[in-house]
Nanobody
């Protein structure tokens, strides 16, 4: 049984920062790659960032590279997404995902999403 719960979304001005959290109930959390995706109105869900099980490797979409930082607290079964220098284009529903194995790994479980709105 896997449950992912996102929090931290809200309204923020362009140039500001926001921290998203994803609390995972999965027993396999510490062995799973975790990631973040987002979906803006009228667009398909897109990859944002992911972090390896041990937290040492991170990958970012080009659109957020250098502005966002993904991290995890294994002891707390929680993944974070720190979003800096937010742009209006970052407005979307952000989803936490737990990945299955494979090469490349693929997301298998999803949270309900949290809305992030960036004002111009």
């Amino acid at each position: 049984q896997v449950q992912l719960v996102e929090s931290g979304g809200g309204l923020v001005q362009a140039g500001g920062s926001l921290m998203l959290s994803c609390a995972a109930s999965a027993r396999t959390f510490r062995w799973s790659t975790m990631g973040w995706f987002r979906q803006a109105p009228g667009k398909e869900r897109e990859f944002v960032a992911r972090i390896s099980a041990n937290g040492w490797q991170t990958i970012y979409a080009s659109s957020v590279e250098g502005r966002f930082a993904v991290s995890r607290d294994i002891a707390k079964n929680t993944v974070y997404l720190l979003m800096n220098s937010l742009k209006r284009e970052d407005t979307a529903v952000y989803y936490c995902a737990l990945y299955s194995g494979g090469n490349p790994p693929t997301p298998s479980y999803w949270g309900q999403g949290t809305q992030v709105t960036v004002s111009s």
